[in-house]
């Protein structure tokens, strides 16, 4: 009997009496056929039990299983019209004792950014960002891994326009300055273009996430009693 032989560039052999075959990546084979998995991801992909008539047996994906779960976000692109959830102040508080030199907010504040990626695809339930992808209009930089409708939290570093310190010289009496802006979350629908198992795959979704819109207020407040950065005078007045 003839054996059918085809050498598809690899060094991976497999066959059957009827047909061998020589590839890159896994190499399969039935009775009857034999056929080389896909290259990229080489080492995600199976074979399955018989050869499903893919156009080349030198690249047969319908006939390999790609066992490999994560999906790798490689661009986010806005595609509507974001929408506000909410909007809050949010304050950045200082005790500054009587006489303390600079004392207050300088150029920049560090604050907690609250993120939530969700999508519609039923294909996996988390994705990873191969890289930093930014919605830059809106100050997002979205990185790691997400589950599909959970929230993460990253640090943000938001500069200040407006002075919000004491002299060199300080303040008169204890004081506690508070530096504030509207803190916002936006909905905006998104596609998100990912890639698994060497193939790209679109999935639409939305992100939200807590923006500063960086309108400051600045106030110093006269303290009649202790203070702390965090629930500020324990009595105070303007």
């Not at 990873?128 to 790691?144: P, R, V």
Request: proline share 4%.
């Amino acid at each position: 009997m003839m054996q059918l032989g085809d050498d598809c560039g690899g060094s991976n052999s497999c066959g059957s009496w009827f047909s061998t075959m020589k590839c890159k990546g896994t190499c399969c084979h039935d009775d009857f056929n034999a056929w080389c998995c896909p290259t990229s991801d080489a080492s995600a992909w199976e074979c399955k039990p018989t050869f499903q008539h893919d156009a080349s047996h030198c690249n047969a994906p319908l006939s390999c299983t790609c066992t490999k779960n994560d999906y790798q976000i490689i661009s986010i692109k806005t595609t509507g019209k974001p929408q506000i959830k909410s909007a809050t102040q949010q304050h950045f508080k200082v005790c500054c004792p009587k006489g303390a030199s600079s004392c207050g907010v300088s150029n920049s504040v560090e604050w907690s950014q609250t993120q939530t990626l969700s999508w519609s695809s039923s294909l996996t339930e988390s994705i990873e960002l191969s890289t930093e992808l930014e919605i830059a209009k809106f100050g997002i930089t979205l990185s790691g891994t997400y589950t599909n409708g959970g929230s993460t939290t990253r640090t943000v570093k938001s500069s200040v326009t407006v002075p919000c310190k004491s002299t060199t010289s300080g303040f008169d009496k204890l004081k506690l300055v508070d530096l504030s802006s509207t803190s916002s979350v936006y909905t905006i629908p998104i596609t998100m273009t990912a890639t698994h198992c060497g193939a790209e795959v679109e999935m639409p979704g939305t992100v939200a996430a807590t923006t500063i819109d960086g309108t400051w207020d600045c106030e110093f407040r006269d303290c009649k009693g202790p203070c702390d950065n965090v629930s500020g005078c324990s009595t105070s007045y303007l």
